[in-house]
Nanobody, 122 residues
Framework: VQLQASGGGLVQAGGSLRLSCAAS????????MGWFRQAPGKEREFVAA????????IYASSVKGRFTISRDNAKNMVYLQMNSLKPEDTAVYYC????????????????WGQGTQVTVSS
């Protein structure tokens, strides 16, 4: 599966952004999907994940209550709605896919998008 993330940009603290990830090349509903982020000088970290069917979602504690992951299997899309953004949310955000494991661990994801930059100014 090929993944293309979009929707990043520059926003003031307290603002909102919606990231999108378009999937192609394979049956999208066969994949668990995740969002990860990587800030300069830091390791890539888990943000949110959604299973194949779009049921129970999981979030990093740092974003829970502010971010919402969702998917539309008919459109081959996964989204990350980000509200109440903070400067510490500044990072490159990546969408990722795997077929076997509903996981928060980056090493379990086989397919990655190219990343989209999110910058939150104070």
């Amino acid at each position: 599966v090929q993944l293309q993330a979009s929707g990043g940009g520059l926003v003031q603290a307290g603002g909102s952004l919606r990231l999108s990830c378009a999937a192609s090349g394979s049956t999208f509903s066969n994949y668990n999907m995740g969002w990860f982020r990587q800030a300069p000088g830091k390791e890539r970290e888990f943000v949110a994940a959604i299973p194949k069917s779009g049921g129970n979602t999981i979030y990093a504690s740092s974003v829970k209550g502010r971010f919402t992951i969702s998917r539309d299997n008919a459109k081959n899309m996964v989204y990350l709605q980000m509200n109440s953004l903070k400067p510490e949310d500044t990072a490159v955000y990546y969408c990722a896919a795997n077929r076997l494991v509903f996981s928060i661990q980056a090493r379990t994801y086989d397919y990655w998008g190219q990343g989209t930059q999110v910058t939150v100014s104070s």
